[in-house]
């Protein structure tokens, strides 16, 4: 009797408590901050449609074009001459009142616009064990992302800033591959606060970030305009995927998303 | 004063485009305007009044403003040689009560109509989000000729444009070596010149000029309005299966829950 009941106890222990044990020793889904603090500003990338893009100060140097014999050289900030007697500020309250300060006038004519800095190359997590060689990529017919197919590569979005710039510049990689095994991506699901990135571009540079938040977020809420803003402080965002596998979409349901800030 | 007509007119379709801009955009400021200002017409610079306050000096032929963001309202705008004595003579253009309507986004154009005569046009800028990847190129005939088609590897992609129409496409970001020919024919007015559509940005190219002042050129003006990437796939094996217990802990739990069950059932035999 008395070791049919120890029997018992002990099964019963053991049959919740190991599936306890487990999820009680995992680690957690996400660490440090939230994705959405850490990342850019409130700023929707579709609210500010007026930014010029080509680069502001461009001084019209460049004017390698031909077809402009006629045109000057662009104005500098052509300072507004206040109306007679305006005295000198042109901020004077007027009815409809003309914007402060000079209106900056720049050549139309068809800019060679300036080499961007040097793409990435290789992305590295010591104490991760990654370490991947980073292609150029852009995004898939249905709008998606482009991702290296092979899981040893990770994919770093061009159309976005470089590592170092303003704003988040984005490096994704396949966690697993059903041929193919683990990814270059999978140890990302134990980044912590405080690991060292490293990105190597192209021409040997090398740019040093450290792990601020780590955050497992379902697909469907994914806040896409923050993450890959082209404004704000620089960020090194890396994504893989986590969370649970959904066979019937040969996909999982969640992204792990790593931001990473700049180390001075 | 033709001129001042149809500038009356095109106002009239800012009004109307601009109402339809900011349903567009809601986010846009409410009770601002975003205007730039392109000089189009050959060999004369010019100065700027807007409600009788100078708003650009000595503007050059050729050359652009930055955005500017103006209180939404009626402003009185007169374009006089940069040369005359300020604020004084008689303006080579004007036009009053023009209507700029909150959240719209505008570009005014002064240029040249195929008979070579100087006008006001207003175009109302497309700002709405470009795709992820892709590029929105406008093309704008202001030039003194008659209609042209705008090519873009020597094929034809904006065919029969008029002065002061526009074509708009959506095209795979990247560069692009334009040309623009008189229509229906290879005769070369404009160009080859490589232009780069930068991905997410609207890039605006305006022909200008005349025949007899200097010949055509292409003024260029881009528009930021980039999107977001629909989502980041990222694997399709399940190896790293973050629902399921794995299987070796899996098979001990059972062994324990079998474990309490045959205890159980002993226990019971026993007692009964």
């Not at chain 1, 990435?120 to 990529?137: E, H, I, N, S």
């Not at chain 2, 006008?119 to 700002?127: G, R, S």
């Amino acid at each position: 009797m008395r070791p049919a009941a120890a029997t018992a106890v002990l099964g019963v222990a053991l049959a919740v408590g190991v599936p306890t044990a487990w999820g009680l020793t995992r680690p957690p889904a996400s660490v440090g901050a939230s994705v959405e603090q850490v990342i850019g500003t409130a700023t929707a990338p579709s609210s500010s449609p007026t930014a010029p893009t080509s680069p502001a100060p461009a001084p019209s140097t460049s004017r390698a074009v031909p077809s402009s014999p006629t045109a000057p050289p662009s104005q500098a900030p052509s300072s507004q001459a206040p109306a007679p007697g305006a005295g000198q500020g042109s901020d004077t309250a007027e009815p409809a009142p003309l914007p402060a300060g000079g209106i900056t006038v720049r050549d139309a004519a068809p800019q060679v616009i300036p080499a961007a800095a040097p793409a990435p190359a290789r992305l590295t997590v010591p104490t991760l064990g990654v370490d991947a060689a980073v292609d150029a990529v852009g995004v898939e017919p249905d709008g998606q992302m482009t991702v290296p197919a092979e899981v040893e590569r990770v994919g770093w979005y061009r159309f976005g800033p470089v590592p170092g710039v303003a704003g988040s510049a984005v490096i994704a990689g396949h966690v697993d591959s059903r041929t193919q095994g683990l990814g270059a991506m999978a140890p990302l699901r134990e980044a912590a606060p405080g690991d060292e990135v490293l990105v190597t571009d192209a021409v040997g540079g090398t740019t040093r970030w450290r792990v601020v938040a780590r955050e497992l977020i379902s697909k469907q809420v994914l806040p896409l305009d923050r993450i890959f803003s082209r404004d704000g402080p620089p960020r090194l965002t890396l994504i893989t995927c986590g969370g649970p596998f959904l066979p019937e979409f040969g996909s999982y349901r969640d992204n792990v998303v790593v931001v990473a800030e700049p180390v001075p | 004063m033709n001129s001042i007509r149809t500038f009356s007119r095109a106002a009239g379709a800012v009004g109307v485009a601009g109402a339809l801009v900011l349903v567009a955009t809601p986010a846009a400021a409410a009770d601002t305007a975003t205007v730039s200002v392109l000089h189009a017409v050959p060999d004369t610079p010019v100065d700027v009044y807007a409600n009788g306050e100078r708003l650009l000096d000595d503007f050059q032929p050729g050359t652009l403003t930055d955005p500017l963001q103006l209180p939404a309202g009626s402003y009185d705008l007169a374009v006089f040689p940069a040369d005359a004595a300020d604020g004084s003579g008689t303006p080579l253009l004007s036009a009053n009560g023009v209507a700029v309507p909150a959240g719209a986004n505008a570009t005014v154009v002064a240029h040249l109509k195929e008979d070579g005569t100087p006008v006001l046009t207003p175009f109302v800028n497309d700002v709405s989000a470009v795709p992820a990847g892709q590029a929105r190129v406008t093309v704008r005939h202001t030039a003194a000729a008659p209609a042209v088609d705008v090519r873009a590897g020597g094929t034809p992609v904006a065919p029969g444009l008029t002065n002061p129409n526009e074509a708009t496409l959506t095209v795979p970001a990247g560069t692009v070596s334009a040309d623009v020919v008189l229509a229906g024919t290879s005769t070369v007015a404009i160009g080859p010149a490589d232009l780069e559509l930068a991905e997410g940005t609207s890039t605006i190219v305006y022909a200008w000029g005349a025949a007899d002042k200097g010949g055509f050129k292409l003024a260029v003006q881009t528009i930021s309005s980039h999107s977001a990437p629909s989502g980041v796939p990222g694997g399709t094996a399940g190896l790293v299966d973050d629902a399921a217990l794995p299987m070796p802990l899996m098979a001990l739990s059972v062994a324990g829950l079998v474990a309490a069950g045959a205890g159980a059932l002993r226990l019971a035999r026993s007692r009964g």
